[in-house]
């Protein structure tokens, strides 16, 4: 047993020492300097769509996928009290106009000209009165009685006036205020209506019918069919070092080992106080073939690129500052730019040098 013990350790020494190394040396290139940021790809004018009620969905008129215009429907919440609401409204409404009341305001102008008439004629009468009287004919309580006559019926047709014009101004708010109740009766029935509010795509169903929403909890995602977006979150100590139009570098779990370029073209000036990031939007210039909302990604955003550098793989650093030579010697090295694959060096070895992979 021994014997085959010390076998085995000749063995495992054997492959150890036989087993090939990693080697390589520094090497002039260009190297970025650049900021990390993680995110998610979003449709542009993504959003999601909200009930302004609750209530029990009656029918889904959509499927992830549809193609939808701004208007079209969603969704329809059932809620029978708003329908009665809207129908006893729309009844008032009706009621309440000018039109229904024709006849009310033909009746106050019959007595208008009524009165008129009766005005008229007293007039005559009091006239022919009064020269009768000039004349020496007749008595002045006669007179008298003609004028107080002329004054009562020119003060009946006034009050006719009034009356028509009165009730006129209260028929014309009350059509007003009825059809105003209209109105708002019919924007409460449409809000049992959730529609899209953008041309776009339906990528997020989320209710079923029977089920009941709310305004808390979104019910569809919707957003643009074809354009898609970049939403990055990056720290607020690197916030100031990113500018409009620099190139993005990222790469996705969806698309692994490949790597797709997009430009900042939006950054949003208001921190996240939570996450202590801020929010800044990027536009593909080199996309994966295909895309969907929500994605998750990393990036490096560049902010410098140097040429020339003596670079080697970031993989090859122990403890971020030494390096193991070919002869097992580990040596000091001055270090410049870092990016996600390799590391500049300013100082400590030299192209000439072999440098070995340390163990992982």
Do not use: H
């Amino acid at each position: 047993m021994k014997q085959i013990s010390v076998f085995i350790l000749s063995i495992v020494c054997i492959l150890s020492c036989n087993k090939k190394q990693e080697k390589t040396n520094a090497i002039e290139e260009n190297i970025t300097e650049s900021v990390y940021a993680s995110g998610v790809i979003k449709s542009k004018n993504q959003y999601q769509v909200f009930s302004t009620v609750n209530g029990l969905v009656k029918e889904v008129l959509v499927t992830e996928g549809t193609i939808v215009k701004k208007g079209d429907p969603l969704y329809k919440i059932f809620d029978e009290s708003i329908k009665l609401n809207n129908d006893n409204a729309r009844i008032t409404a009706e009621y309440g106009a000018l039109g229904a009341n024709t006849d009310k305001l033909n009746e106050l102008k019959l007595d208008i000209e009524t009165a008129k008439a009766k005005m008229e004629n007293d007039a005559s009468l009091l006239n022919k009165q009064q020269n009768l009287w000039d004349q020496g004919i007749g008595t002045r309580n006669e007179l008298e009685v003609r004028q107080l006559n002329l004054k009562n019926s020119t003060n009946t047709y006034r009050a006719a006036q009034l009356r028509y014009k009165q009730i006129e101004n209260q028929l014309t708010l009350q059509a007003k205020q009825t059809q105003k109740l209209l109105d708002i009766s019919n924007t409460v029935k449409g809000d049992y209506t959730i529609k899209s509010e953008f041309n776009g795509k339906v990528y997020t169903v989320l209710k079923k019918q029977g089920e009941m929403v709310n305004t808390q909890s979104y019910v569809a995602l919707v957003g643009e069919a074809n354009g898609f977006i970049l939403e990055l979150q990056v720290d607020e100590y690197d916030i100031a070092r990113i500018k409009i139009g620099q190139q993005v570098i990222l790469n996705m779990d969806s698309y692994k080992n490949q790597l797709f370029e997009a430009v900042v073209n939006k950054i949003n000036p208001a921190m996240n106080a939570a996450s202590k990031s801020f929010t800044i939007e990027a536009a593909f210039t080199k996309a994966p073939p295909t895309l969907y909302p929500n994605l998750t990604t990393e990036a490096n955003i560049v902010i410098y690129t140097k040429p020339k550098a003596l670079t080697i793989p970031r993989n090859y650093l122990i403890d971020e500052k030494y390096v193991l030579l070919e002869n097992k010697e580990k040596r000091k090295v001055q270090i410049g730019l870092i990016d996600y694959q390799k590391v500049e060096i300013i100082g400590g070895i030299t192209a000439k040098d072999v440098i070995v992979k340390p163990a992982q």
